[in-house]
C-alpha cells in the first residue's frame, strides 16, 4: 500500500491481530492512519469517525497517541525481560529418553490426498465455545446452554446453526478436501531435518527456542525437542 501510495485508512482485525502487534509492526510502515479492531462489529463506529469531518483529526490523533504509547510499553517490557544465551536454553531443552520411547510406526509415509471427505464426520469434531465467543457469549460448550443469563439465547443460536449445519451436509454446500504428508524427520539442535525414504535430506525447519529464564522445573522448549535427535 506504501509502494503503490495508498493513503486509505488500514484497519487491523481478525483473531491473530492485537493492539500491540499493530503499533509495534504494522503502523511504523505506513503514513496514513493504522487502527486496530476488535472484529467487524466494531468497524462501523471507527469508520463513522474516519469519515466525519468533525472528528476524524481528533480520531486519528489519538489512535496514532495510542500506538505510540503500545509501542513504548512494549520496548520497555522486553528490555526488561531476561534473555538467556541460546546456548544455555538450549541445556534446559525438554529432554526426553528416546532410549526408552518407541516411536510408533505409521500406517504409511509419503503423501496422501482426501478428496470430498465427508462433512458430517468433521461436524462432530466442531469446538462450539469459540462460536458462541464470535457471537460475544462468552462461557464454554456445553455449559453455556445451561447458562442462567444468557442460556435461552445461546440454545436459540445453537439450534439455528445446527440446523444450517445440517443442510450445508444435506445438501452438499461445501466439500472438504485435504493433503497430509508423513516423512522420516531427525532432530539437529533446534532444526528438524525431513528425510525421502532414502535417507536424503529433503527439507528442513527452523524452529525457535523460548529463551526467557524459566521457574525451576520448566523447559526452554523448542518443536524440535519432540523429534528424535540425531545423535
Not at 476488535?38 to 490523533?61: G, H, P, W
Not at 445451561?146 to 443442510?167: C, H, I, Q, Y
Request: proline share 5%; with cysteine.
Amino acid at each position: 500500500m506504501k509502494r503503490q501510495g495508498f493513503e486509505i485508512p488500514l484497519l487491523i482485525g481478525g483473531a491473530t491481530t492485537s493492539k500491540v502487534h499493530t503499533a509495534v509492526k504494522i503502523e511504523p510502515n505506513y503514513s496514513s492512519p493504522v487502527i486496530h479492531v476488535n472484529d467487524a462489529s466494531r468497524c462501523v463506529t471507527v469508520v463513522s469517525s474516519l469519515l466525519s469531518k468533525d472528528q476524524k483529526s481528533e480520531f486519528v490523533i489519538k489512535t496514532r497517541d495510542e500506538n505510540a504509547r503500545l509501542r513504548e510499553y512494549h520496548k520497555n517490557a522486553r528490555s526488561a525481560a531476561e534473555i538467556l544465551p541460546l546456548m544455555k536454553a538450549r541445556e534446559n531443552k525438554f529432554k526426553i529418553d528416546w532410549n526408552k520411547f518407541e516411536i510408533p510406526k505409521p500406517a504409511f509415509t509419503g503423501i496422501k490426498t482426501f478428496k470430498d471427505y465427508s462433512i458430517k464426520e468433521i461436524a462432530t469434531y466442531i469446538d462450539w465455545t469459540p462460536f458462541f465467543i464470535s457471537w460475544e457469549m462468552k462461557g464454554s460448550y456445553p455449559k453455556i446452554l445451561k447458562d442462567p443469563v444468557r442460556g435461552e439465547e445461546a440454545t436459540k443460536l445453537f439450534n439455528d446453526a445446527r440446523k444450517m449445519l445440517d443442510s450445508i451436509i444435506q445438501e452438499k454446500w461445501i466439500t472438504a478436501n485435504a493433503v497430509i504428508g508423513i516423512f522420516p524427520a531427525l532432530a539437529s539442535d533446534d532444526d528438524i531435518e525431513v528425510y525421502d525414504n532414502a535417507g536424503n535430506v529433503k527439507e528442513v525447519f527452523h524452529t525457535l527456542r523460548q529463551q526467557s529464564r524459566k521457574t525451576e522445573g520448566q523447559s526452554n522448549v523448542a518443536l524440535a525437542d519432540f523429534i528424535r535427535p540425531k545423535n
